[in-house]
């Protein structure tokens, strides 16, 4: 398994910016592509955005394209979420998950929580109006 610990939430204006961080360990976090999900009160959990485990290919949400960012430093172990332009319906706690697959190939399963066996406690973002 892998631990995975976010940080970076907090309250922000609507247009503002957020930069959320994944810090990993365990197994190796290079071999695995990694996802942000989101989930507001009384709704389920979504797909946000993932990112190939070299960080070549990434993928999005409609709703989050254009204004949110996902990168990763393998040397680091860290993910990363660039948040910009927020919008009051972004407001959610924010998980980062490790795919349960070494070194696949990304694609659409990425999209699917399901697919994914490490998730970390959650980091709250809020974006007042």
């Known amino acids: 398994q892998v631990q995975l610990v976010e940080s970076g939430g907090g309250l922000v204006q609507a247009g503002g910016s957020l930069r959320l961080s994944c810090a990993a360990s365990?197994?190796?976090?290079?071999?695995?592509?990694m996802g942000w999900f989101r989930q507001a009160p009384g709704k389920e959990r979504e797909f946000v955005a993932a990112?190939?485990?070299?960080?070549?290919?990434?993928y999005y949400a409609d709703s989050v394209k254009g204004r949110f960012t996902i990168s990763r430093d393998n040397a680091k172990n860290t993910l990363y979420l660039q948040m910009n332009s927020l919008r009051p319906e972004d407001t959610a706690v924010y998980y980062c998950?490790?795919?349960?697959?070494?070194?696949?190939?990304?694609?659409?399963?990425?999209?699917?929580?399901?697919?994914?066996?490490?998730w970390g406690q959650g980091t709250q973002v809020t974006v007042s109006s």
């Open positions: 990112i190939s485990w070299s960080g070549v290919n990434t």
């Open positions: 998950a490790a795919d349960s697959r070494e070194y696949h190939g990304g694609g659409s399963s990425l999209r699917n929580k399901y697919q994914y066996s490490s």
């Open positions: 365990g197994r190796t976090f290079s071999k695995y592509c």
